[in-house]
Structures are given as C-alpha cells and as structure tokens.
C-alpha cells in the first residue's frame, strides 16, 4: 500500500480517538408533570419560574374513580398558553382497578384529548399513567393499540413504564402500541426500602434500554411521601401532593435528597444510554408545597450548578433560666437535607429533642439523632430541641 494511504488512514484513525476523547457530555432536555388537582397562585407562580428550564409539559388531565370512569380536572388555561411550552395530556388509570370497561373507557379518553385540542396550550401529546402489575400488561396492550389506532397519524402517544415489567414477554407488545415513554424509577419498591436509589435506578435504565427501541424519558422525583403502615404491617396509605385522612402511628417521611439525584443526573448526562432522550421531573414544586424541594433548588439541579447548603447549629437564649434553644439554620442557597445526627458539647449535661429530633446518650456526650428526614431551605430555621449547658 503506498505510503500516502496509510498516512491517510492513520491520521483518519488518530481523528477517530482524539473527537471521542473530547466528545461532549451529552445535555438531556427536561419535562415536568403538573400532578396538582387543583391550580393556585403558587402553582401558576412556579409555571412561570420553571418556563426557561423546560421542554414540556406533562399535565394531568384525568384519572379513574372507583367506577373506572375518567375523573376529570381542569387547568388554568392561560396560565399553560402563557409559559409557551408544549402539553402531554396525561389520563391516569389506576393500577389497582382489575378490570374495566374498555369501550367505555376508550370513547372517554378520546372525548378527553378532543377536549384539550380545543383550547389554547399547544398541545403535543396524550400520554397514559396505568400502574398496573404485569399479569394485566396483555389487556393494557390490546387497549392502547385500540386507542393509537383512533388518534391520527402526527399524534405522538406515550405512557410510563415500571421496572417490574422489565422481566415480562409482554413488555415489546405495550411498547409497540405507543410512540414513547416514560420509565418511572421512584416509588416503585416497598416504601421502607425508600423514594429513590440511585444504584437501582441506573440498572433499571440500562436494561430499559436494550428492552426499548424507542425514544424514551426517565422520570426522576423532587418530592416527599409519607407512608403508613398498619398494625399488621401492611401499607396503609401513602401522603404526597395531596393530604389524605391517614393516621397510623407507624409512619415514615421517604424523602428524595437534592444532591443523590444531582449525581445521578450528571451520570446519565455524562453517558447517556442508548434512546434516552431527556427526564421528566415528578412533580413541578410549588413555593405552598412542604413535601417537594424548593424550586430554586429543582432548577440547579437541572442546571448543573453546585448544591450550596451551609447547615449550622446555634445555640440561642432560652426563655427558661439556664437553657438554650438548640436551632438549624440553613445560611446556604440550596436545600438541605436536616443532619442524622446533632452531637453537642460535653458541657451539655441535659437535653432533650423536639420536632424530629430526640436525645440519644453516647459514651461521654449527649446527642441529637432525627427521627424522619426532611429538607430545611434557604434561610429557613427550624428548633430541634433544647440543652443546660456550662457558660463556656
């Protein structure tokens, strides 16, 4: 071979390894799901903040009362036109209903999607939320086949997906019915196990990926639940966006930390598995909303910008002779997650905790130990408890 077409075919090579050692992080896009059921000023407030941050949309629209009749819910319409950004119309099927009407059911959610194409927000897409267990995954897909046929042709249909349904044949038949997904990798394990881990949650995408030939999104969370369990240990209800007249004594904060799903954001951004095309966030945060980040928060993460917490223990004048009110103030620019342990100095010879907190005796000193987790925002405070202490 002459030796100009091997200096050619070496210097193509050499291009080849120096553009992939440089090649660019890759920069996934970002949706959010509007879950609220009813809309307040917080919530057109964090419309407007969020607006610059997102691609689209993902409003929920409707979802299935005990009947398995579609519920409907009614947006601020302005509000949507005004952000600019696409909509997903999502109906929601409850997981739980083990059977429905699907004639019904499929003239309902059509009337639902010619319904919101008749008023201004650009409306993308319908997408359907159906939790269901995998023995039902058949009779899911024979209805969203029925339902992408009666859309017309430029109608884009997604749904979310389960990582339980990772190990069933029937998952190629639900995927072939639909255009997209969502792969849902929070709050799908017992609740005692936690919202979010990243280590599943990347094994999930992964084999989601070699699973899915088409374009899909993974649904990461910014939010709290609060779970409760019976007296025979079953789960009894789950708190999140919306109160419920749960009271069990047994119950537990399950909280996702800003700076575990900043990680694993920059890990899927630094190499993205194959068809991922972006995140949706569950759920848009609102200023009114005590089991979500704030939204500042939410959009450095999105960002990319360093989590910013300064978290710091003072010790105030009590109004009782002799005590100190023991208080967490968050000086930072971020969200933070409250300490798992306050330890106070060997002065402190008598303690107590308060609002999450609670004494613990150690070998030589006295401590704090948080009973839930929660999240202390920016310039917030909180008082944790109270101590006698020596003067110095």
């Known amino acids: 071979m002459p030796n100009f077409l091997l200096r050619l075919i070496w210097m193509a090579l050499l291009s080849c390894v120096l553009c992939a050692c440089v090649r660019e992080p890759a920069r996934l896009d970002h949706d959010a799901y509007i879950w609220q059921r009813v809309w307040t000023p917080a919530l057109n407030d964090a419309l407007r903040q969020g607006t610059a941050d997102i691609r689209q949309w993902r409003v929920l629209a409707a979802q299935t009362g005990a009947d398995g009749a579609l519920l409907r819910f009614v947006p601020d319409w302005e509000a949507l036109a005004a952000s600019g950004r696409p909509v997903i119309v999502v109906a929601r099927i409850d997981g739980q209903l083990r059977q429905w009407d699907e004639d019904a059911l499929l003239a309902e959610v059509l ?16 997408e359907i939320d159906h939790d269901c267990g995998t023995a039902r995954l058949p009779v899911y897909a024979h209805f969203l086949r029925r339902l992408k046929s009666e859309l017309d042709a430029d109608t884009e249909l997604s749904i979310t997906v389960l990582p339980a349904w990772l190990d069933s044949p029937a998952l190629e038949n639900v ?12 709050a799908v394990r017992d609740p005692r196990a936690g919202l979010f881990d990243g280590g599943n949650a990347r094994r999930w995408v992964e084999a989601y990926a070699r699973r899915s030939d088409k374009p899909f999104r993974v649904a990461l969370p910014n939010y709290a639940s609060r779970a409760s369990w019976d007296a025979e240990g079953q ?12 009271g069990q004594a047994d119950a537990r904060e399950l909280w996702s930390q800003p700076r575990q799903i900043a990680e694993f954001l920059s890990i899927l951004h630094a190499d993205p598995p194959r068809h991922l095309r972006g995140i949706a966030w569950f759920r848009l945060p609102t200023g009114n909303d005590r089991r979500a980040w704030s939204v ?6 999105i960002r990319g910008q360093p989590m910013r917490d300064n978290v710091a223990l003072d010790f105030r004048q009590s109004d009782t002779a002799g005590m100190r009110d023991l208080v967490l103030t968050n000086a930072g620019e971020n969200d933070a997650m409250l300490p798992e342990r306050i330890g106070l100095p060997a002065a402190c010879t008598l303690a107590d905790g308060i609002q999450g907190y609670a004494l613990r005796r150690e070998a030589d000193a006295l401590s704090l130990r ?7 925002r920016p310039g917030q405070s909180r008082q944790v408890g109270w101590a006698r202490c020596g003067e110095d």
């Open 111 to 126: 009337d639902l999607w010619r319904d919101w194409q008749g008023h201004r927000p650009l409306v993308a897409g319908l």
């Open 175 to 186: 995927l072939a019915a639909v255009d997209q997904s969502v792969l849902q990798v929070h």
């Open 235 to 246: 789960l009894a209800d789950v708190e999140s966006e919306a109160a419920t007249l749960g």
């Open 296 to 301: 500042a928060t939410w959009l450095a993460v």
């Open 370 to 376: 948080r009973q839930q987790p929660g999240l202390l």
